[in-house]
């Protein structure tokens, strides 16, 4: 059995892509989207290339660009195989996807048009919604706990992965004649103790782990220490009759910032005031977490069998069209606004911080990674003035950045998870990690179990 690393290696975080070859039977477990700038978008191809046409199945750990970004691709390279996934995977996967198709559309046009004024010839789309459209026919969704057939002498169980709705992390096991052989993906690991949704899962026995280091080298500022600091920015926003800008994520991290005021307005430790929710994508997902209950903690549910949501909420207002949009500038006193893009790279984020960061009571209120470059980035550094849609815009407000939200284990948190699978000697590979953090997760496995981790290469094959 060889399994080669199509994505998310040698010290790549996107791309996760990853082929178990057996002599009867191919699966592709995750087909992300490198992301990045222009070298990586260089390698969004096919795994595979033309042989994947020849592929059995897929397997997804979750819906995140990053992880199925290149399932369009794949299917005009002629794979009409099943994707097996949770069902929550299944609608967050089609949202994302559909998304994706919009701003590769979007993103494309401009781009021609700078290439027609130049006199080169247009570039097409990486992909359209009819290549989507066409692949999520494919989709099957599966139980969590129950070992599902995928392939010749191939079965896989998924477990709870604690990142975002319906993830999942994977056994696979693999027979070929009289051997089995054990394979577990961890896909990406949630932190402990994060609120909605219940904590990853593990498995026990397994002859080789794929395992994301991510955040590898450190740990996360705890999560209730974040809540404070956010619900004191609040009482401060609010007395200066302030403004409060959240470039926020559309999926996971504004559903956690939604239901997380609505239990600071139900603890009544800030007075209710408008609250905005300023993203199509971010407004789909809200429902799709509205349907998928089953998927939250013990906490979550409490939470929700204790007052009314509706309630807690009354001043939550969503902002689907453009025009719902532009009418948040006409709000006056204190106010919270959450718009993509996270980064604040794109998206009506950028309105409102154009017409907010130059007043001394805004507050813009960091929750996310922030890439270098991005002008998220550029808020944090503390740079005194930044550019928006070509205009010079002085920050005068406060921007607080908490680094308790994230999605993602971090070191104790992926050693612990780990730490049931130690007793098997399993072979490691660490994936999904730059390289500083891989080598860091590598030494503390090393020192803790006396294993020695394989940090693959991008298309590496590895002979199991």
């Given at each position: 059995?060889?399994?080669?690393?199509?994505?998310?290696?040698?010290?790549?975080?996107?791309?996760?892509?990853?082929?178990?070859?057996?002599?009867?039977?191919?699966?592709?477990?995750?087909?992300?989207?490198?992301?990045?700038?222009?070298?990586?978008?260089?390698?969004?191809?096919?795994?595979?290339?033309?042989?994947?046409?020849?592929?059995?199945?897929?397997?997804?750990?979750?819906?995140?660009?990053?992880?199925?970004?290149?399932?369009?691709?794949?299917?005009?390279?002629?794979?009409?195989?099943?994707?097996?996934?949770?069902?929550?995977?299944?609608?967050?996967?089609?949202?994302?996807?559909?998304?994706?198709?919009?701003?590769?559309?979007?993103?494309?046009?401009?781009?021609?048009?700078?290439?027609?004024?130049?006199?080169?010839?247009?570039?097409?789309?990486?992909?359209?919604?009819?290549?989507?459209?066409?692949?999520?026919?494919?989709?099957?969704?599966?139980?969590?706990?129950?070992?599902?057939?995928?392939?010749?002498?191939?079965?896989?169980?998924?477990?709870?992965?604690?990142?975002?709705?319906?993830?999942?992390?994977?056994?696979?096991?693999?027979?070929?004649?009289?051997?089995?052989?054990?394979?577990?993906?961890?896909?990406d690991l949630g932190p402990r103790g994060a609120p909605i949704l219940?904590?990853?899962?593990?498995?026990?026995?397994?002859?080789?782990?794929?395992?994301?280091?991510?955040?590898?080298?450190?740990?996360?500022?705890?999560?209730?220490?974040?809540?404070?600091?956010?619900?004191?920015?609040?009482?401060?926003?609010?007395?200066?009759?302030?403004?409060?800008?959240?470039?926020?994520?559309?999926?996971?991290?504004?559903?956690?910032?939604?239901?997380?005021?609505?239990?600071?307005?139900?603890?009544?430790?800030?007075?209710?005031?408008?609250?905005?929710?300023?993203?199509?994508?971010?407004?789909?997902?809200?429902?799709?977490?509205?349907?998928?209950?089953?998927?939250?903690?013990?906490?979550?549910?409490?939470?929700?069998?204790?007052?009314?949501?509706?309630?807690?909420?009354?001043?939550?207002?969503?902002?689907?069209?453009?025009?719902?949009?532009?009418?948040?500038?006409?709000?006056?006193?204190?106010?919270?606004?959450?718009?993509?893009?996270?980064m604040c790279n794109a998206g009506r984020i950028l309105h409102h911080?154009?017409?907010?960061?130059?007043?001394?009571?805004?507050?813009?209120?960091?929750?996310?990674?922030?890439?270098?470059?991005?002008?998220?980035?550029?808020?944090?550094?503390?740079?005194?003035?930044?550019?928006?849609?070509?205009?010079?815009?002085?920050?005068?407000?406060?921007?607080?950045?908490?680094?308790?939200?994230?999605?993602?284990?971090?070191?104790?948190?992926?050693?612990?998870?780990?730490?049931?699978?130690?007793?098997?000697?399993?072979?490691?590979?660490?994936?999904?990690?730059?390289?500083?953090?891989?080598?860091?997760?590598?030494?503390?496995?090393?020192?803790?179990?006396?294993?020695?981790?394989?940090?693959?290469?991008?298309?590496?094959?590895?002979?199991?």
């Amino acid at each position: 059995m060889n399994l080669t690393f199509h994505g998310a290696a040698g010290g790549q975080v996107t791309g996760s892509a990853y082929l178990i070859e057996t002599e009867t039977a191919r699966v592709l477990v995750d087909c992300g989207l490198f992301q990045g700038g222009r070298p990586a978008d260089l390698l969004n191809k096919a795994p595979g290339g033309r042989t994947a046409a020849n592929f059995d199945a897929v397997v997804l750990t979750h819906g995140h660009l990053d992880h199925t970004g290149r399932l369009p691709l794949l299917g005009r390279a002629g794979f009409t195989g099943p994707i097996h996934t949770t069902p929550a995977t299944v609608e967050m996967a089609g949202l994302i996807l559909r998304d994706a198709a919009k701003v590769q559309l979007q993103d494309g046009e401009r781009k021609n048009r700078k290439r027609q004024r130049a006199g080169l010839a247009p570039e097409p789309p990486l992909f359209e919604s009819a290549d989507v459209e066409r692949i999520l026919r494919q989709f099957r969704p599966v139980p969590y706990h129950q070992p599902v057939p995928v392939a010749s002498g191939i079965e896989v169980t998924f477990l709870e992965a604690g990142h975002m709705l319906g993830s999942a992390c994977l056994q696979v096991r693999v027979r070929e004649g009289t051997r089995e052989q054990c394979l577990v993906f961890s896909g990406d690991l949630g932190p402990r103790g994060a609120p909605i949704l219940k904590d990853a899962e593990t498995f026990h026995d397994a002859d080789a782990v794929i395992l994301e280091s991510t955040y590898g080298d450190r740990d996360h500022r705890p999560f209730r220490e974040t809540v404070d600091e956010f619900v004191e920015i609040l009482r401060r926003a609010t007395s200066e009759g302030g403004r409060m800008i959240v470039p926020t994520f559309a999926v996971g991290r504004a559903q956690t910032l939604t239901l997380l005021l609505a239990w600071v307005f139900r603890k009544r430790l800030v007075k209710p005031f408008p609250v905005f929710l300023d993203s199509p994508m971010a407004i789909e997902a809200w429902k799709i977490y509205q349907r998928h209950h089953e998927l939250f903690d013990e906490d979550m549910l409490a939470f929700l069998s204790e007052g009314s949501l509706q309630k807690d909420l009354a001043t939550l207002r969503m902002a689907s069209t453009a025009d719902e949009s532009k009418r948040i500038n006409d709000v006056e006193g204190p106010c919270l606004i959450m718009a993509g893009a996270g980064m604040c790279n794109a998206g009506r984020i950028l309105h409102h911080l154009k017409a907010g960061l130059w007043k001394p009571n805004t507050h813009v209120i960091i929750v996310g990674f922030q890439a270098a470059g991005s002008l998220g980035r550029r808020l944090v550094d503390g740079e005194s003035r930044v550019k928006i849609h070509g205009e010079v815009i002085a920050v005068k407000g406060t921007v607080h950045t908490l680094g308790g939200f994230s999605a993602h284990a971090g070191q104790t948190d992926l050693l612990a998870w780990f730490s049931p699978l130690a007793a098997a000697r399993p072979k490691v590979f660490l994936t999904h990690g730059e390289d500083g953090p891989r080598r860091a997760l590598a030494a503390q496995l090393t020192q803790r179990h006396r294993l020695k981790p394989v940090l693959p290469g991008l298309g590496e094959t590895h002979s199991l």
